[in-house]
């Protein structure tokens, strides 16, 4: 057992002064928002997570490319005698930042922590019965049935210190919609690459190579200190990458993608990006409860329109809530319908909406490639078919709040796929809000029919039969269309020539992979 006397805070409260000065060695990074919290286990959101890798590791990462690599497990396999039982054998020799050696019970306590209540993870986590040490440096997970994606799940779960967990009283993680904050919201103690030097939330974060990393004689390692800035606006975004301010910058605009490629010095890095963007809409109550209506906000979306003139030919339209690196996407769902004006004001007709009505459309404004112009759009398209629409467009932070506490009955979500497989979709938007699943389906949509089959992909070996299921789910999902899709996403990553780094296709730099020319 480790020494609580080790387990000190990691990480300096916002407000530090730190020189930003950079040498050959710091990376000066921005794009559009920031983390919306420090506590591993808290928020399940790409920005949250690109920090967090920097800080904290998981069993099992995706590297640059997409593919699953070993971190803090090196081996990892079902049991021959027991497919329920997944084995992680653990890496030796790796230290917190605070000098405390990681082992099994910080694995165990982790794993416990990420499913526990206020943790926005959890649903990953949903198969598992119970998370066993069976010595200091293996792991035993124990799933309800057979889980072939079980190490899918794993590539964004951090792990913490348990001691240092206990001595800091964040023990569960805080619960953002309720408010909620607690010693990990703005302070760190991982293993990963990078230390928490200071945080000052939507201004600075900034981080210093971690001396002791287990993987400095793995990865390159070249970057010495990271200064994070989220800017908001896409016009100073850019002026900072051309005026030499930033070195990197995600979410470049599509409408600047010509001025930093051409400018010396700069060049631009591209994607296809493991995300879709997507409307939502109320099922239970109000006109969009009635299926007509929803089928006619479908065919007034003029998808074409939205891909040429807001994101300059930078997007991929989509008929499916469901990237095309994620297993289950075929040809076939991905067609979108045509837009037709006449035929959705028939099916208003028929819905008894021929005057249309009032709604708000929920949307974010430092999220997604353009989120806030694509809701604009939209607005305008819901408009020829008679439904007034009212804009209200907030920050990420308000907005995931209030989108997750059902409150919406029209809003804009995007979706990554960590998990590359259609289950992970199927358990945070398709299932039916109970317990642990369902956290991300505000719509009211509720099928225990189609609640059985997503839980029954947890446990199914048989590829062919698991596929049959995935389809057939897919099937009810867009018969019931309480999702309208837009497109998936073009990564567009802004950077100093001098830098070599790939585009990673969840948005997620990791910077120890990053070289410099």
Not at 238 to 263: F, M
């Amino acid at each position: 057992m480790k020494s609580l006397t080790t387990r000190l805070a990691v990480g300096v409260v916002a407000g530090v002064f730190v020189s930003t000065l950079a040498s050959a060695e710091t990376i000066r990074w921005a794009r559009a928002g920031d983390s919306l919290t420090m506590d591993p286990h808290a928020q399940n959101e790409g920005p949250t997570h690109a920090l967090a890798h920097q800080i904290y590791d998981s069993l099992l990462q995706r590297d640059m490319s997409g593919a699953i690599i070993p971190s803090l497990a090196t081996e990892w396999a079902a049991l021959p005698d027991n497919p329920n039982v997944w084995r992680f054998k653990l890496r030796k020799g790796v230290t917190y930042h605070d000098g405390a050696a990681f082992e099994s019970e910080d694995v165990v306590f982790s794993l416990n922590r990420a499913m526990a209540d206020g943790s926005d993870m959890k649903e990953l986590l949903s198969s598992v019965k119970e998370v066993r040490a069976v010595d200091s440096h293996t792991v035993d997970i124990e799933t309800h049935g057979a889980n072939p994606l079980l190490v899918n799940n794993l590539t964004n779960m951090f792990m913490m210190d348990k001691g240092w967990a206990e001595a800091n009283d964040v023990m569960t993680p805080h619960d953002v919609a309720k408010g909620e904050t607690n010693f990990a919201t703005m302070n760190t103690n991982g293993t990963g690459a990078f230390k928490l030097v200071s945080r000052s939330i939507d201004e600075k974060t900034v981080l210093s190579a971690n001396p002791n990393y287990w993987g400095k004689s793995i990865y390159p390692s070249q970057v010495t200190e990271i200064i994070y800035t989220p800017i908001q606006s896409s016009a100073t975004r850019v002026a900072a990458l051309l005026s030499g301010e930033v070195d990197i910058i995600q979410d470049v605009p599509v409408q600047d993608l010509g001025r930093v490629s051409s400018t010396a010095g700069l060049k631009v890095g591209t994607a296809a990006q493991n995300r879709v963007i997507f409307f939502g809409i109320d099922n239970a109550d109000g006109p969009t409860a009635d299926l007509r209506v929803r089928q006619a906000m479908n065919i007034a979306i003029n998808r074409e329109a939205i891909k040429k003139v807001v994101m300059r030919d930078q997007s991929d339209p989509t008929g499916v809530i469901m990237p095309p690196f994620v297993n289950g996407w075929t040809s076939a769902l991905n067609e979108y319908p045509a837009h037709d004006l006449d035929k959705a004001k028939a099916l208003m007709a028929e819905a008894g909406h021929a005057n249309g009505f009032d709604i708000t459309l929920n949307c974010p404004n430092d999220r997604y490639i353009n989120d806030e112009a694509i809701c604009q759009a939209a607005v305008g398209m819901m408009g020829q078919i008679g439904i007034n629409v009212t804009l209200d467009a907030k920050p990420k932070a308000q907005h995931f709040p209030f989108i997750k506490g059902g409150d919406s009955d029209f809003y804009m979500l995007g979706w990554g796929v960590p998990t590359f497989d259609s289950h992970y979709i199927f358990n945070f938007l398709v299932h039916s809000r109970t317990g642990d699943r369902g956290s991300w389906n505000p719509t009211g949509y509720s099928d225990s029919a189609v609640d059985d089959m997503i839980v029954s992909l947890e446990s199914e070996t048989d590829l062919a039969a698991r596929n049959a299921t995935i389809g057939k789910i897919w099937a009810a999902i867009q018969a019931q269309q309480m999702y309208l899709p837009i497109h998936n996403q073009v990564l567009n990553w802004g950077m100093k020539d001098s830098i070599d780094f790939a585009v990673q296709p969840e948005d997620q730099p990791h910077f120890q992979f990053l070289t410099f020319n």
